[in-house]
């Protein structure tokens, strides 16, 4: 059923509260209508064809409506479409704990399933506070966290978040971690890596407030959460992997949990399948979601280990069983989706191939770097961020109410090219099936872009 454009705008308008958004800017702001996705393109009732430079919120791995996917989402409708997965077990959820215990980092055996990555966070949180208290330590009950960080919209998982804009409306109702400054080596932020210095030599010299918290208050934490390199809707600010070394060898120092939120930047977006093995790091939990189904439904997963699991392994009446649920867990056709992304990923080198994507994209933008209105160009794998400011050498930034990035989204719009920023910070998260010609042409968009946003 096709419908037109302006007639799905008006419809949504009168009844959908669409989310990260002030909806009074839709006055003036219009509202983009999709109705098919092909490939790394969305396309609208009218025919516009928009390509998906950040894989509709990080999500969409290997293009709208991969036919291997559809396919065994499809053949498993025939079967089976839900059963609760308390009492109950089905095919599909078996064989994807299986497969990724084979090939997350370490001795990740035990899959908890949630329906969002926020939902994966809180897993990940209370089961590490509950694990102490059931191993006589109920003190434990404080986490800390990442100056910068965001781990989801649940108030467990915003709570450990630190990025104002998303947390602050809520404090009275969260619980307060430590904030411990992140490893983040860009140039714009306060006390960010001074210019000459080298990503490596940052890390370390900021672990020191890490390592000092750990040892102040380890009696208290129960574990430190982080996203692996890149903390992303913090602003794509990135950090190198000896921090992640450094952090495990210290939680492992002090007896604290390690919570890795790879949420976002699992399955090869920084250019190895998982970030941990950049620092070859096992974690005590690791969250999975977004490109786990390659973009089609939503699931997530909190990966932990069988030592943790055996905490909560005992008779009913000992009151320790984990008995955080959801009504989907496991649902058979997000667990079919996730086993066919498996697939793909199986058919090819893809971090390599991610890798020579993301090369390829630094070339395209690397004029930029000349740009006096550009502060920085900053890379992992195929996440690439452009920093706006109002003096570019002298990162001075722009006030955040001239929104120089939403006018970047606009062009982008006007000329077919989804790229939705992070405030005054533009970046690249493409569908890993863009081939280099799209990437050429999207980055000729955005540089015109920014020359237009930059220019008064």
Known sequence: MSHSADDLVRRSLAHVWHPCTQMKDHEWLPLVPVERGEGAWLIGPDGKRYLDAVSSWWTNLFGHRHPHIVARMKEQLDTLDHAMLAGFTH??????SERLAAITPGDLSRCMYTDNGSSAVEVALKMSHHYWALNGQPERTRFVALSGGYHGETLGALAVSSTGLYRDAYRPLLLEPLVVRAPDCGVMEPGGRAPGVSWEDHARRVFREMEATLE???????????????????????????????????????????????????????????ACEWADIVPDFLCLSKGLTGGTLPLAVCMTSERI??????????????????????????????????????????????????????????????????????????????????????????????????????????????LRPLGNTVYFMPPYVVTEEEIDWLAGVAIEGIERATAD
């Open 91 to 96: 095919p599909p959820v078996v064989e994807l």
């Open 309 to 418: 699991y055996e905490a909560f392994y005992d008779d009913y009446s000992t009151g320790k069983a984990f008995l955080h649920s959801h009504s989907y867990t496991g649902n058979p056709l997000t667990c079919t989706a996730a086993l066919a992304t498996l697939d793909i990923l199986e058919q090819q080198d893809w971090p390599a191939h991610v890798r020579g994507l993301g090369q390829h994209l630094y070339g395209a933008v690397s004029e930029l770097s000349r740009h006096p209105h550009v502060a920085e160009i900053r890379q992992q794998g195929f996440v690439l961020a452009i920093d706006l400011a109002a003096d570019g050498p002298g990162r001075k930034p722009y006030p955040a109410g001239e929104r120089r990035g939403l006018r970047v989204y606009q062009h982008g719009l006007e000329h077919g090219a989804l």
């Open 216 to 274: 102040r208050h380890h009696k208290e934490i129960a574990a430190v959460i982080v996203e692996p390199l890149i903390q992303c809707a913090g602003g794509m600010r990135m950090w190198p992997p000896i921090y992640l070394k450094l952090l495990r060898e210290a939680c492992d120092r002090y007896g604290v949990h390690l919570i890795a939120d790879e949420i976002a930047v699992g399955f090869c977006r920084t250019g190895k399948l998982f």
